[in-house]
């Protein structure tokens, strides 16, 4: 039942709530406030809010001095390939932990997860060789491995806590009733964590979006992503802050849509399991 | 065909043993009921038939071939879940046409089986609706729906009914008990209610802590209980079971009396006691009796118009020739 609230305290939480999420948000509106001013109105001081010239001028500028498509295919290949790749291997791995687990399976959640605690940089020079031995740098696949590689223990994770809320008896059930270990996840478990597996997509595509450490490092021109295109403005010849606000705007833009279209399943998938 | 052996089966936890080596059969066509009191190990059991638990040791058959190393689904038994354990995502058309779909049955004869099915548990209107939609006596429907269109060597239900209301339940024991005579198929029935053990088993296994304590007709278990602990399981109310002097007048450790082989009188009798509650059912009347000297209470059935009040001194005669009588190692004397 709802406790009950008056409506001062209500008030009092909206105002709460709406300052806290301005506060949140105020980076990325003033990046994208930033990216239609000039660059003489990007630093002066004291800085201008709404009252400045608008200007489409950044955009048309980082239009042609590089490739925004080639960057945004690349994002997108390697976002959305290392998220489905993950969810074929996290699907059977989570099932197993949740349904047979052994007298190990919350030692191998933690020491999985345990590999998110560790420098990503302790591991980049043997990577670095790694990729240079496979002929992988620079290419789409081998970003696409590393960032699932990276993100796994998360999704791995996510899935065994849904999972979890799925009773068993409705596995036996397809088990009695003739499904074999496939069809049993594939027709029963899979289309009942729909809402689970989907936040847990949707969360990895957005951290595999804006994972900065590994595709600075591992691209050069061929693959790299959005998050390239965005570092390629912060240039030795100094820094345009409208420029870059616009690359950034331009980079940030295709998730913030997807997010904001998606924000229902995203909470209701963050929030899963935490009220019957 | 569905005939179930089990022979030396046993069933481990790590160290805790809760089955210990168990030898059954249940004939085919059998309606068994596995009943006891919970954590009696009545649901293991039926899990290790299934074959949704390995056994620790001995062999399961069924109709003469060894099935315990069978995974589930191929050993030809459907299983009802006391959950009911519906596919949610699926409508009640594609639930009852799971198991059919699993097996490659062509899309015709699911059709018929399922029409069949669902005109037999009266879910015809409900076949495109989800299981939310549904109540739960229609979803209890659904799951038995599911089972049927296997067309199963046996049944194994596992507490169907405890999820539903008191006036659901008498129905659809009544229409379980109908589908057995009509399908003629072996059942296993799990309860903790030895109301429907005794109304719906041809043969009942009363289990306690992992052993079999008797194995019976329901009839046989009411006239002849084996030991103590079935005496006071079957039957409702409890019988009566006394001990001491009274029981030793008897030649036993222990006499047992049920409620329905006392008779009440006001003015004289063997026992004399006063009347506590009376719980009136119309048809009959309970009086629960105190200060006898024999136990804190003993419970009498007498007819529906017998009507004493509470604190009145009444006298108990039991009926000489069905006192049971069992040792101090709790077991029958004959």
Known sequence: MARAVTNNRKALNTAIAWTIGLVIFFPILWTILTSFKTEAQAISDPPVFLFFDWTLENYSVVQERSNYMRFLWNSVIIAGGSTILGIIIAVPAAWSMAFVPSRRTKDILLWMLSTKMLPAVGVLYPIYLIFIKLGILDSRIGLTIILMLINLPIIVWMLYTYFREIPGEILEAARMDGASLREEIMYVLTPMAIPGIASTMLLNFILAWNEAFWTLNLTAAKAAPLTAFIASYSSPEGLFYAKLSAASTMAIAPVLILGWFSQKQLVRGLTFGAVK | ?334
């Open chain 2, 1 to 334: 065909m569905g005939q179930i052996t089990l022979k030396k089966v046993s069933k481990s936890f790590g160290d805790v043993e809760v089955i210990p080596p168990l030898d059954l059969t249940i004939e085919d066509g059998e309606f068994a009921v596995f009943v006891g009191p919970s954590g009696c190990g009545k649901s293991t059991l039926l899990r290790l038939i299934a074959g949704l638990e390995d056994t620790s040791g001995g062999t399961i058959s069924i109709d003469g071939n060894d099935a315990t190393e069978i995974p589930p689904a191929k050993r030809g038994l459907a299983m009802v879940f006391q959950s009911y354990a519906l596919y949610p995502h699926m409508s009640v058309r594609k639930n009852i046409a799971f198991p059919m779909r699993m097996a490659k049955i062509d899309q015709a004869e699911q059709d018929r089986r399922i029409e069949a099915a669902a005109k037999a548990l009266n879910l015809t209107d409900y076949l495109d609706r989800k299981p939310g939609q549904l109540s739960g006596g229609q979803r209890q429907r659904v799951a038995i729906g599911r089972a049927i269109v296997r067309e199963p060597s046996a049944f194994l239900f596992d507490e169907p009914l405890s999820n539903l209301d008191a006036a659901l339940r008498v129905g659809m024991r009544l229409e379980i008990m109908e589908m057995h005579k009509r399908l003629d198929t072996t059942m296993i029935y799990v309860t903790h209610d030895q109301v429907e053990a005794m109304t719906m088993a041809d043969k009942i296994v009363v289990l306690r802590a992992g052993y079999i304590e008797q194995v019976g007709s329901p009839l046989e278990l009411y006239h002849t209980p084996r030991n103590v602990f079935v005496a006071g399981f079957i039957g409702s109310p409890q019988m009566n079971l006394i001990e001491g002097p009274e029981a030793q007048k008897h030649n036993a450790h222990t006499i047992g009396v049920r409620p329905e082989h006392i008779d009440v009188t006001e003015g004289s009798g063997m026992w004399k006691g006063t009347v506590g509650v009376a719980e009136h059912l119309g048809s009959d009347t309970f009086f629960h009796v105190h200060n006898t000297g024999l136990r804190d209470m003993i419970t009498v059935r007498a007819p529906g118009e017998v009507s004493f009040r509470h604190g009145d001194e009444i006298y108990l005669t039991p009926k000489a020739d069905v006192i049971h009588r069992f040792d101090e190692k709790g077991l029958r004397i004959a």
